[in-house]
């Protein structure tokens, strides 16, 4: 009973593909944010780090400045977080502009409270009850939660996927298709699969797709 109690004491929330994203006020080094109102009409991916001035961690936040152009043109804001205080923020990011050139032109997330990292389930207590795992949410226009991503502290995530998954989730919605393994952009696309007997022999009539058989078909999209 013991063990159970103290299982239930360090069990945060752990937010789900599909809830909405939940809301929150916090001090960032971009200002004050009510996320609930931030970013409206865009995707937002919200993605914590264990600490600032660590080395695996600068390669990341350095790794979504560098590319925060893809971003933008993908209507989406960035948003860091850990459990950090918004001074220890402010001289992380002008030690990097320093010594690297590349500067963190997004808000970061001062969690010293912890508040946030509970809220999204990015402090995992078998990890570290003190450090926010690498968590990624990618969060759409009406503030839900389409994908999650969660990695170890001592494993640097992936950049090239965030994107390809970000735009991938924008395409799917865009074009009403699924997409395949290993999709990217400019690949043919899935689409649904008959639900009828007429849409079927619609289907098996229809030259303009790539089938593999009548359930597994593929076509081209365009923007």
């Not at 991916?45 to 560098?66: I, K, N």
């Not at 999204?120 to 990618?138: C, D, K």
């Not at 289907?203 to 076509?219: F, P, S």
Request: overall charge negative; proline content about 5%.
């Amino acid at each position: 009973m013991e063990e159970l109690n103290n299982f239930k004491e360090t069990t945060y929330s752990m937010p789900r593909i599909g809830d909405v994203a939940p809301d929150f006020e916090a001090l960032t080094t971009k200002g004050k944010i009510r996320f609930s109102e931030y970013a409206k009409e865009k995707w937002v991916v919200m993605f914590s780090h264990p600490a600032d001035f660590t080395p695996v961690c600068t390669t990341e936040m350095s790794g979504f400045a560098t590319r925060k152009a893809e971003f933008d043109a993908l209507n989406t804001e960035l948003i860091g977080l850990s459990i950090d205080s918004i001074h220890s923020h402010l001289a992380w990011v002008q030690n990097v502009r320093e010594n690297t050139g590349v500067y963190f032109d997004f808000p970061i997330i001062a969690d010293i409270d912890m508040k946030v990292s509970k809220l999204y389930g990015m402090l995992q207590p078998n990890e570290s009850e003190t450090a926010a795992v690498r968590a990624v949410f990618f969060i759409d226009p009406n503030k839900k939660i389409r994908l999650i991503m969660y990695y170890p502290l001592n494993v640097g995530r992936n950049m090239n996927e965030i994107l390809r998954v970000l735009e991938a989730l924008q395409v799917s919605d865009k074009h009403k298709v699924a997409l395949p393994l290993d999709w990217n952009k400019g690949d043919k696309a899935i689409v649904p699969p008959p639900k009828t007997l007429d849409e079927l022999n619609e289907r098996l009539q229809d030259t303009t797709l790539e089938k593999v058989d009548w359930y597994l078909a593929k076509k081209e999209i365009y923007n």
